[in-house]
Every structure is written in structure tokens, then in C-alpha cells.
């Protein structure tokens, strides 16, 4: 394994290696795309069922004419009964509304910033707002926070989800820290599943805002990509057990199940913040569309069938992650350049790079023609302060092509990673 301490002369001739290398990874010409995480073409032909629904069945089971308008209300309890168990909210509590839970994390920002929470509080536009943002993390989330000049504070992930140490402190501390962004299970971009003891202390710990609230992105709630199906605590549940009941604000979406533009979107949450929600969005709209919502309750049928689906993505995916992790593995293994994850779900790779080369490898891939997702998209402000973090979405690409991309990405860090060795070893050295 490559160190500061090696022999300069095998580090230029890896290095050298690299740049043969690199040079006929440019020769080939490729226009490969690696940046988003999104559904490939044959998972969404999955969902093709959807359209195939009768258009005479338009009748929710308790008789509503999903044609009309209103009412506002929750959604169609059939759609909801067949998510509320993976998403771990009791039914009552789950709300189906459009096809984004994005928007619904958007408009839960804009409710707090323009009016008041269940708590009665001020408004938090008329008061300086924080949110803590685990790193690495998801670049839509610091994206809202941006937007509404809320400032992030970062605080780092383990193997069982944010430094609650470090999220304890600071929620202790500072009044101005008005929630945090959670990805509880397959988090992006590191698949990490928060541990009992993360859920349970983030339900209890005590915060100087009376008005915290914990942003529950459960995006990938049912994304399994092996035979262990990995269960996440009940944050709903553990924040109603500690006496914070309305702490937690719990998303998800059929985004990622059915057909990616045309989905359905939950919100989920204590019976006050329900109400609360509720309030504000019968200002919004007349209410969602409710014959989207019933041809996914019917092309599902219930939690089993939800889950059968899910089985079907995973075949297609598991290869996908397999080649990319395979690829990764022959071509880095032992350089001491890299190390990556290996989740058990979700839909990205975490490849960390030496520091201060992860630009430098997004760089050179994007001249090889290779796009791969900006260096810093992990960090708030886009700012990974050590600069060694590249998000890696296998999931829309064929197989065959993922091997190429892959094996590009490993060229381009070992030519920046042995570039960067060689030039510590020579400054070491006290060469020019």
C-alpha cells in the first residue's frame, strides 16, 4: 500500500502507469453518465401496469369519485394502508398527496418560516433558523436550506447515523437550531441504517428550540438490495415514548417504485402536526389526484405486493451494484487510493478518495468523457472540506456499461491519487 514513506521511484512509476492508462481511457471517446440516482428504463417498464388500469374504475373503495374535486383530507386510505407499515406511521397519521415528497419537505419549510408550528411559537422567518445536516448527505436538502437562508451545520456520520454526540451538543446549546435532516435507512450517499440507540436518542434528547423538528426522509423505506431487509426504528413511536410527540416529520414516496415522475408522495406525523399540515395545505390545493393514488392502491394491492415489487427492483439493481463494487475492488484494492461502501440498499455507492483529490478525479472523468456527480454535492454549500467525497448512482446505467464507467472512475484515482503522492513524497523530499 502506497505511502508518504514509499520509494519515490515505484511512486513515479505508478504514477507513469496512470497516465498511460488515463491516456487510453481518453483515446475511447465515451459519453457516459454517472451523476443522478435515478430508475433505469426496466424498472420503470415495471411499473407499466399502471397505465393499463381501466379507465371506467375510478371509485376509491369508500365510493369517492376520484374524477372530482375535494375532498382536501388525507388521501385514499386504501393507498395509505398498504404504506403506513413500511413507513412506520399508524395509517390515521399518513397523508398521500402529489409526487414529490421534495415538495412536501419544501412547503413543511415554508408552513414554519410564513406561519406557526402545533406549538403556538413565532414564526421562524421573524428569528435566525439552523439545521444540522449530517455529512455526507443529500445535496436536495441543502438545497432547501439555501434557498431560505436557513444555515447548516454540519455534523458527521458513523456506522449508526449522525454523531449523536455532536447532534446533542449542539441541539442543547443553541436555540437557534430548528431541526435536522435524517435519511434513516440506505442514507444517501453512504447507505447507512441509523442504529435503535440513534433513533431513540434523537427522540429524547433535549433541545433549547421548543420547536425542533427531525426532517425524516425515509426514501429508501422498502430499496433492498440484499435478503436482509433492514428494519429502522419507529421514530414516531420513540419521540411519542419520550414526550416529544410532534418532533418528527416523516416523508416518502413511490418515486423510486412506480414511475418516478408520476408517483405518490406521503407525509407523516403526530395527530397535531397532521392537523397542522392539513391547515395549510387546504389553503394550497383543492386536494391531490386521487386516480393516480387509485391506480397505485390497485397495481399494488397491499404491503405484500409493495414489497413482491420491490423484489423485482432489487434483480435488477443487485447486479448493478455488484459490478460497480467488483470493479472498484480489482482495480483499487491494496493502492491505499481509495475506500467505498457497500450498501445494503438504497440507490448510491460512497467512494472516498484520497484528501484533496476528489475534484481532481470528477475532473479528469468528466475530460474522458464520464460525468460523475460534483465534488462537494455531499456537503453543504457544496463544501467537503476535505475534499475526498464522490457520490457514485450505479442504478440508470446498463450493466455492460457500468463496467466501463467504473473502471474509469478507478483510472482517474489513481492517476490524481498517485499525482498527489508523488508530489508529497518530493516535497519531502525537498525536491523542486
Known sequence: MPTLCDDSAA????????????????????????????????????????????AHQYRAADGTDCRNYGPPGKGLRELREIFAPVLRVPVEQLVAVGNSSLELMHDCLVHLLLGRGPEGERRWADRKVAFLAPVPGYDRHFALCERFGIEMLPVPMTPDGPDMTAVEDLVRSDPRVKGIWCVPKYSNPDGTCYSEETVRRLAAMETAAPDFRV???????????????????????????????????????????????????????????????????????????????????????????????????????????????????????GS??????????????????????????VRLAKEAGIAVTPAGATHPYRDDPQD??????????????????????????????YGKLVDQSRTRQGVG
Request: a neutral charge; one cysteine or more; hydrophobic letters at 40%.
Open 388 to 417: 475526498s467525497v464522490i457520490r457514485i448512482g450505479p442504478t440508470y446505467p446498463e450493466t455492460a456499461e457500468l463496467e466501463r464507467i467504473a473502471q474509469g472512475v478507478a483510472v482517474c484515482v489513481r492517476l490524481a491519487g
Open 11 to 54: 511512486l513515479t512509476a505508478r504514477l507513469d502507469q496512470a497516465r498511460h492508462d488515463y491516456a487510453a481511457l481518453k483515446a475511447q471517446k465515451l459519453s457516459l453518465d454517472l451523476t443522478r440516482g435515478k430508475p433505469s428504463p426496466a424498472q420503470l417498464d415495471m411499473a407499466g401496469g399502471l397505465l393499463d388500469l381501466p
Open 215 to 333: 426532517f425524516w426522509d425515509n426514501a429508501y423505506a422498502v430499496h433492498h438490495l440484499t435478503d436482509e431487509e433492514v428494519e429502522v426504528a419507529d421514530i414516531l413511536a420513540a419521540c411519542a415514548e419520550a414526550g416529544h410527540p410532534d418532533r418528527a416529520f416523516v416523508f416518502g414516496s413511490t418515486s423510486k417504485i412506480t414511475m418516478a415522475g408520476a408517483g405518490v408522495a406521503f407525509f407523516g406525523s403526530s395527530p397535531a402536526n397532521v392537523d397542522w399540515w392539513l391547515s395549510y395545505a387546504g389553503k394550497r390545493t383543492i386536494g391531490p389526484d386521487k386516480l393516480n393514488q387509485l391506480r397505485h392502491a390497485r397495481f399494488l394491492g397491499d404491503t405484500d405486493g409493495l414489497r413482491a415489487h420491490m423484489r423485482r427492483h432489487r434483480e435488477i439493481l443487485r447486479p448493478k451494484f455488484d459490478t460497480v463494487l467488483r470493479v472498484f475492488a480489482r482495480e483499487l484494492d
Open 336 to 361: 491505499g487510493l481509495a475506500t467505498w461502501s457497500h450498501p445494503k440498499g438504497g440507490y448510491f455507492i460512497t467512494l472516498n478518495v484520497l484528501q484533496g483529490c476528489a475534484r481532481e478525479v
